[in-house]
Every structure is written in structure tokens, then in C-alpha cells.
């Protein structure tokens, strides 16, 4: 199962795809002023990288002050995941 997470805050902009646990892809880019683009960069470039369609995503979630600007998530959240039972992903290398 591939699932997406993007974050839209206000300096950048992540994705990450997973493939059950696996990291598919991993992107993090300046935020613009134009949100929109930025969310359709994110996606080409993270889809690319792993080399699948958006088509392919089961469940695609976001988070950030932008989040309203991914039309295609299914959840948006607000807040960090830093409670109990809650998971984070670093993007670091």
C-alpha cells in the first residue's frame, strides 16, 4: 500500500511516499508564494522519484499552514504528530 504525506509549512514544502514501510521518496523544497505550484511540484517530483503515478497513492494526507491547498488529501491535520501512539519521519540523510 503507497501512502503520502505532505507537508505545506511556511519555508518548506515535504513529501514523503511510503510503500507499506519502506521510504519510496523523500522531497523537501522552499516554499513560494504561489501554493498551489508548490503542492504540484511536490507531487511531480516525489511520484517521479519513486517512480509511480499519483494514481497509484491509496491515501495522501497533509499538514502544515497550507494543508487547505492539497485538494487531494483525504485528511488534513493541523498539528504536529508528537503525541503517544503518533509516528514522525525523518527526512534527514
Known amino acids: 500500500m503507497i501512502v503520502c ?3 505545506i509549512g511556511a519555508s518548506t514544502g515535504k513529501i514523503v511516499l511510503l510503500d507499506n514501510t519502506k521510504i519510496c521518496a523523500d522531497i523537501v523544497i522552499p516554499s ?3 501554493t ?3 503542492v504540484e511540484t511536490l507531487c511531480e ?3 517521479e522519484q519513486a ?5 497509484e497513492i491509496q ?11 492539497v485538494p ?14 503518533e509516528h514522525t519521519i ?3 540523510k
Open 45 to 47: 517530483l516525489g511520484t
Open 90 to 92: 525523518s527526512m534527514r
Open 59 to 69: 491515501c495522501i494526507v497533509a499538514t502544515g499552514y497550507g494543508r487547505s491547498q
Open 36 to 38: 498551489g505550484r508548490l
Open 72 to 85: 487531494m488529501a483525504e485528511k488534513r491535520s493541523r498539528k504536529s504528530p508528537v503525541m503517544p501512539g
Open 5 to 7: 504525506g505532505i507537508d
Open 51 to 55: 517512480g509511480i503515478s499519483l494514481e
Open 32 to 34: 513560494r508564494f504561489d
